[in-house]
Antibody
């Protein structure tokens, strides 16, 4: 069964660090684009970061310089290292597998077809 | 990064048809994908690409695109379709973007 399971969330003080993990089963993390998406309480989805199969990484401006996405191929696991945490980082963090394709008329499309259930990060003193 | 704009809320009578829209410049280059999210649950992909449905998604869900606007149509809305719906795409810099979400109420 294709599955993602996030762990590592919790209560952390402002300025602190936390590492989230996302264990995959049923597919290979390193062969796919993998994203972290978060959702603050009562708010919409916000993309956080993506790592491509080739290893390139991209970040939302709101977390650039503070968060680092990585993966461990031997453990088939995705990570998000979060440093200098702020109250506004409080959210449920989801990891997701991202598929991609191109149509015959040249349109690219991307889609997150597998999501974990999320892990909650609360930044508060 | 570019933005994707959605109406905050839409309502539909049970069994009727509803269209949820998503506007943004990036949609001229990329097809949108659509996600359904019910309270306390993770998002679920419902439409991707030109008009593709993942396995298990009812065929009352369909997608279309024109210019800078993508649409998700539910034909014959059911009570279980009441949820938040998000569109998603990429922008020219490679960043992933989500719309603000549309809360669908089935009356």
């Amino acid at each position: 069964e294709v599955q993602l399971v996030e762990t590592g969330g919790g209560l952390i003080q402002p300025g602190g660090s936390l590492r989230l993990s996302c264990a995959a089963s049923g597919f290979t993390v390193s062969s796919n684009y993998m994203s972290w998406v978060r959702q603050a309480p009562g708010k919409g989805l916000e993309w956080v970061s993506v790592i491509y199969s080739g290893g390139s990484t991209y970040y939302a401006d709101s977390v650039k310089g503070r968060f680092t996405i990585s993966r461990d191929n031997s453990k088939n696991t995705l990570y998000l290292q979060m440093n200098s945490l702020r109250a506004e980082d409080t959210a449920v963090y989801y990891c997701a597998r991202e598929g991609r394709a191109v149509t015959k008329d040249g349109y690219y499309y991307y889609y997150m077809d597998v999501w974990g259930k999320g892990t909650t990060v609360t930044v508060s003193s | 990064s570019s933005e994707l704009t959605q109406d905050p809320a839409v309502s539909v009578a049970l069994g009727q048809t509803v269209r949820i829209t998503c506007q943004g410049d990036s949609l001229r280059s990329y097809y949108a994908s659509w996600y359904q999210q019910k309270p306390g649950q993770a998002p679920v992909l419902v439409i991707y690409g030109k008009n593709n449905r993942p396995s298990g998604i009812p065929d009352r869900f369909s997608g279309s695109s024109s210019g800078n606007t993508a649409s998700l149509t539910i034909t014959g809305a059911q009570a279980e379709d009441e949820a938040d719906y998000y569109c998603n795409s990429r922008d020219s810099s490679g960043d992933v973007v989500f719309g603000g979400g549309t809360k669908l109420t089935v009356l």
